[in-house]
């Protein structure tokens, strides 16, 4: 039997998240009926802070290529669902861009790039960061940086997530490595190649920092005032 494009918005509207994830790719594929269910449902939620079903209901209709869509998504969220804030005038659109099509190893690239921005001209001369800059960065530009993760990530990607996750396990280090896969055994995860690129990836496992030079840097990501504030 047909599906019921009416049952289907109506899922869309008061299921649990999993049933709005699940029922979003249907909506998509009954076309033009479809877009315009997708649109408004984007729209109505506009005023409520973003979470990742509008992130994965943006990242669908943007999959489109349709060009109806496309000015729909140009008019009313030109810079995505996440608003962009920045005390520091840095442009988060391409960071934006990189996630919404799930391009996750460029956005983690990215990222880093934009913390060497925060920390400024000898940061992105350097390539890497101080855990001294990172106590220093203000609170939007990282509540930024990891909505536009979580958003675009199911809400599995971001630093707030490995917070929670190295708050679950009582602050140890060498239990939260294997839990996000940096490490398995004696031996870290080797970068680019043995980390995972994409959602099959445990929760935590993005965005990277490096542990070349020790934990201060991800520790004084994961103890900034931007997660309790
Ligand atoms: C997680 C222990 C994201 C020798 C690339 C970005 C960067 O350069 C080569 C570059 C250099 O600085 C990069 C990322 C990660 N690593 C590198 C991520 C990562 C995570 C855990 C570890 N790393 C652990 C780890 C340990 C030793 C190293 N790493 C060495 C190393 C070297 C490079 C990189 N890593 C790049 Mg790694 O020389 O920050």
Request: proline letters at 7%; aromatic letters at 10%; charged letters at 20%.
């Amino acid at each position: 039997q047909p599906p019921d494009i009416a049952e289907l918005e109506s899922q869309l509207n008061t299921g649990s998240e999993k049933i709005q994830l699940q029922v979003m790719p249907d909506i998509l594929a009954q076309g033009e009926a479809g877009y315009a269910i997708l649109q408004n449902f984007l729209l109505s939620r506009q005023q409520e802070p973003s979470t990742f079903i509008d992130g994965r209901c943006y990242e669908l209709l943007l999959g489109t290529e349709v060009p109806a869509v496309q000015s729909f998504l140009q008019e009313h969220f030109e810079s995505g669902v996440v608003p962009l804030r920045s005390e520091q005038n840095i442009d988060y659109l391409p960071l934006q861009r990189l996630l919404a099509k799930q391009s996750f190893q460029a956005a983690d690239d990215l990222t880093l790039s934009k913390l060497c921005e925060l920390s400024g001209p000898a940061a992105i001369k350097r390539k890497w960061i101080y855990f001294t800059e990172v106590e220093q960065y203000p609170i939007p530009d990282l509540q930024t940086i990891n909505q536009l993760w979580l958003v675009h990530s199911e809400g599995k990607f971001g630093y707030s997530v490995q917070r929670q996750l190295w708050l679950s396990v009582g602050r140890n280090w060498d239990v939260l490595w294997p839990k996000i896969n940096w490490r398995s055994g004696r031996n870290w995860t080797r970068w680019p190649d043995e980390f995972t690129w994409d959602l099959s990836a445990p929760r935590g496992h993005l965005p990277l920092s490096n542990q070349l030079r020790g934990v201060q840097v991800l520790n004084a990501l994961l103890s900034h005032p931007a997660w309790t504030s």
